[in-house]
Each structure stands twice: as C-alpha cells, then as structure tokens.
C-alpha cells in the first residue's frame, strides 16, 4: 500500500533528517522532491500545490528553524497536513432512524462485496444488518449477494426473478425489512461501465424512496484520478454522505486516497485492504498519514490481533515456544492466524521500519506451499519432524505437490528456527532474513527465494 510515495518520501526527508541546520534553500529542495513524489502518485496537481505550499509555510516558521531536530519537526509538519488533507479525524456512520444505507458506484469498483462487508461490520458490533439487492442491471449480483450474506449469516432481501425494476426492488425492500422486524437496511445497487445520466436518475429515484441516513459511494482507489472525478459526480447528484476506498492493498500509487476528501468535501469512512470478507477497516486519517510516512500502524495492528486472538490458545503457543516444544502443528497455526489478519504486506506495513527493509519479498503463493506440505505431514511428522527420511520427504513432497527440495529446505529452517526460540536476537535476525527474500545476500544461508512469512 503506497510503497512507491512512502519511499519517494522516505528519501526526501531523510536528507532533511541528517542536517544540523534547515535553511530555506534546504526547505525548497526537499518540497520540489516531495512535490514530484505526489504528482507522480497521481495526486490531484490542486492538491499537490496546496499541500506542499502549507508544508513550505509552516517549515519556514521561526519555531522550527529554532528547534534542536529541525528536520523531525518538518516531518511532523507534513504529517499533520497529510491527516488535515484526508479528513482530519474518523467521521462514524450515521445510524440513528431511519438506519437506512445507500450503497452506489461504477461496476467493478466491488459494490456488492463491499455491502457485505459492510453488514459483517457492523453485526460484529453487536447490530442487527439486512441486505437488499437492488442490483437487477448486471447478471448474478442478486445471486452473489445472496451469497456472501449466508456466508456471514446476514438475511438478504431478494427481488423476483425477471425483476427489471429497480425502484419497485427498492419498496419491496423496505417492506421486507419492515416485516423482518426492523435493522440497518443496506441497498446495494447496480452501477455502469461508467458515469451516465440513466445510471444518476435511477440512483435519484431510488434515494427518494429508501429517504437513507447515509449513501456510502464506493470508489476503486487503484484509478486514481479517475475515482476522484467519478466521486465528484456522484456527489453532485446524489449528495454523497461518506467514501469507501476499495482495493487500497493493490494501490502503490496512493493519489486518488490522498486527492478524495479536498477535491469532493466527502468524508472517507471506511477502506478496503483485501479481498476477504473481512477486509474492511474504518478510516483514521491520522493512522494512514503515518503509514504513508512509512511510520507504521501499531494501533490498527493491535486491534486486528485483538479481534482474532484467543488468550489461552496464545498463552500455550508462547510457553511452547519457551520451551522449544514448537512444532509443525503450531507453526501451520501461526500462518493461518497471519493470514486472518489480512494480506500480509498490508500487515507488514503496518510495523514501524518494515518498509525501510529494500528488498522484503511477501510471496503469498509461497505461503500456500508452505501448507500444502505442512498438511501432507502424518500428525506425528508434524510433531517429530526429525523422523522424516528421504522416503518420507518423497511423500511429503508428492502429497504437496512440491519439488523435494522445498520439503527439505523448510525442514532445514524449522529446524534452525526451533534451535533459536530461546534467542531473541538470533531469532530476530532470522526472522529478517526470511522476510528479506532470502537467498541473496542479507538472507539466511540455503533460504528458498521468496520464501517470507
């Protein structure tokens, strides 16, 4: 996630960081780099100007070129403009009566994942969540609704096969939602290859009769420029009341997230980071500015463990690896309690200095090799791996589907790391070894490339 402007940026104030004395000369070198840096990450050029032009004024304040560290405070200085320029603090949903949501946006921008995502959101916080499909434009959105909203245990309303109506979905909607006893009733509707008057007079219309609290307009971050215009439109139409950023993972660039909130007046109120049901997480301004400043997300992180782990399940794992009873079984349990997270680059990046390690090679599909040969190991291979000959690595290895050498080199790592448990910093080296990509140099000795977790 914005790899490519947090590192343009590291750059620029890394040199501000290691002078003694900040001059303005020094101040409009570093703001030209880290004006170039945003333009290049598809911010929006209004934006860039005023954002770099706020930065500039502030870093030319007496209390800075006072201060004793005056490239940290030019740092914070950027920091809290980047929060000011993405909303300032976390806008909540709107949920008092009628708690009715609006959902629209483009096709492919993952409007129907995401109200599903929504729903699972908000029935975590202990609501009650109804779905309404109101998409009859584009074939199988009723079906894949219908779905995802038994996969997470959310009633759906479905409309009548052959319905073309959009607006008639809408009122038997509310009916249905009227009958099963009242909730948060969230329409998904259908979008449009792109922009379209039809597309806006049917939203309309759909909005004066569902009269929602909120019309939340999902918005693909990965267009950049082009999300921002199609949010402006919507806005003007339809009077947006709150922004969702869809597949912010898959975005290096960054420039739509950065432009959105000032160039619409929308607030973003939530983000998807992954393509799981789970992977949607509310917005805070101040957390993202210090992940694109490559600061990290320890916060975020912390309340993702929370929601995920198991206090007694953890306190075993942490007195086994104490122990050096660490094994397979255990380690097969640590991936998949990773994988729940989140993707794992999106976790990484959420560690203060992790972007900072040039190289780190996260390969997912790795990871599902490693499992796959985990899983082709008897309980008791898991649990003794020293017993595994060379007839058994050739049945691990066909089992898995997976060349030999793989089983053999995870063995050799599992076996290393296991030597290591009781070393927190021998461990710690390893563990940054395997993250760096291994097999080249600064990654352990005989690493698989691309083996990461």
Known sequence: MFSALTEKLEGAFKKLRGLGKITESNINDAMREIRLALLDADVDFKVSKDLIEAVKTKSLGEEVLRTVSPGQQIVKIFHDEVVQLLGGGTVSLDLNPPQRILIAGLNGAGKTTTSAKLALHLKKQGKKPLLIACDVFRPAAVKQLAILGESIGVPV?????????????????????????????????????????????????????????????????????????????????????????????????????????????????????????????????????????????????????????????????????????????????????????????????MIPGMSKMKGMNVDEKRLRHVEAIILSMTPKERTRPEIINGSRRKRIANGAGRP???????????????????????MGNLMKGMMGGGGGKGGMPGMPKGFGF
């Open 157 to 349: 309303f479905q409309p009548a096969e052959g319905e073309k109506d959009p607006v008639k979905v809408a009122k038997q909607g509310l009916a249905w939602v009227e009958a099963q006893g009242g909730g948060i009733a969230i329409f998904d509707t259908a979008g449009r290859q792109e922009v379209d008057e039809a597309l806006l007079q049917e939203l309309v219309k759909i909005k004066q009769v569902v009269q929602p609290k909120e019309v939340l307009l999902v918005a693909d971050a990965a267009t950049g420029q082009q999300a921002v215009s199609v949010a402006k439109t919507f806005n003007e139409a339809l009077g947006v009341t709150g922004l969702i950023m869809t597949k912010l993972d898959g975005d290096a660039r960054g420039g739509a997230l950065l432009s959105m909130k000032q160039v619409t007046g929308c607030a973003i109120k939530f983000v998807g980071v992954g393509e799981k049901i789970e992977n949607l997480d509310i917005f805070h301004p101040d957390r993202m500015a210090q992940r694109i400043l490559g600061m990290g997300d320890v916060v975020s992180l912390v309340e993702k463990a929370a929601e995920q782990i198991d206090e007694a399940d953890a306190m075993r794992m942490a007195k086994r690896m104490k122990e050096s009873k660490f094994d397979f079984t255990d380690f097969l349990a640590q991936m998949r309690f990773m994988k729940k997270l989140g993707p794992l680059e999106g976790i990484l990046g």
């Open 404 to 426: 030999t050498m793989e089983v053999n080199q995870l063995l050799k790592q599992f076996d290393m790391m296991r030597k290591l448990m009781k070393n927190k910093g021998a």
